[in-house]
């Protein structure tokens, strides 16, 4: 099986959701974890800090700058992601479509190179 990143993407300046909203989104990503794992697909997964507390390191010659805050200012961050394995990207698809639904936030699918 084939490994693919589901990405996360949250909108810059959003602020937090309603509470009970949230809770609910934490709960059907709680409930896609589980189903991940009892099909063996899952791999790993975490949200992510505020992009505020990133740190970019640019080489620069023999050196490197560093930099606080996000790589690239922009409406959208990423806010979260999922390592699975499937069998094919529509298998893929398929996983991040029911992230779709439970966050209600744009999702990115992506395979990783090098395998078959």
């Known amino acids: 099986m ?10 810059a300046g959003a602020g ?41 390191l640019r080489p620069k010659g023999d050196d490197v700058l560093v930099t606080d805050g996000p790589f690239a ?10 390592i699975l394995r499937a069998p094919d990207l529509d298998a893929a698809l398929e996983w991040g479509r029911r992230y779709a639904l439970a966050t209600t936030l744009p999702i990115e699918v992506r395979p990783f190179q090098g395998e078959a």
């Open 2 to 11: 084939r490994q693919y990143l589901i990405s996360i993407h949250h909108p």
């Open 16 to 56: 937090m959701p309603d509470p009970e909203f949230l809770a609910g989104v934490m709960r059907d990503l709680g409930q896609i974890r589980r189903e991940l794992e009892d099909s063996g697909c899952w791999v790993f997964g975490q949200g992510l800090h505020d992009p505020s507390t990133a740190t970019v």
């Open 73 to 82: 200012e922009g409406k959208e961050y990423l806010g979260g992601i999922t």
